[in-house]
């Protein structure tokens, strides 16, 4: 019963920014960590962005210095603050919350996207 709603996408200039949020149906500290994922038409879904429920965040290489996690774990809600945006950042981006069960199993649960076009 875990729910997970997008919103902030939008359509942008290269160079411009915006700032995504999720909002989760509980508590963000139920899970192990939170991410943000995106996937462009014929590509893997990738993970752009996540962060555990210590704080320890991590960032693919292709975003790194450009987009920033964040969480507001009162309002139970996960940020990814998005700048600097490039063409090849077009996709549609999806929220994540990872749940470890054991050592050797776990669920991911996933909110429904949100589209982010950057173009001239």
């Known amino acids: 019963q875990v729910r997970l709603v997008e919103s902030g996408g939008g359509s942008v200039q290269p160079g411009g920014s915006l700032r995504l949020s999720c909002a989760a149906s509980g508590s963000i500290f139920s899970f192990n960590a939170m991410g943000w994922y995106r996937q462009a038409p014929g590509k893997r879904r990738e993970m752009v962005a996540a962060i555990t429920n210590g704080g320890s965040t991590n960032y693919a290489d292709s975003v790194k210095g450009r987009f920033t996690i964040s969480r507001d774990i009162a309002k139970n809600t996960v940020y990814l603050q998005m700048n600097s945006l490039k063409p090849d950042d077009t996709a549609v981006y999806y929220c994540?919350?990872?749940?470890?069960?054991?050592?050797?199993?776990?669920?991911?649960?996933w909110g429904q996207g949100t589209q982010v076009t950057v173009s001239s």
């Open positions: 994540n919350a990872h749940l470890v069960i054991t050592a050797t199993s776990t669920n991911d649960y």
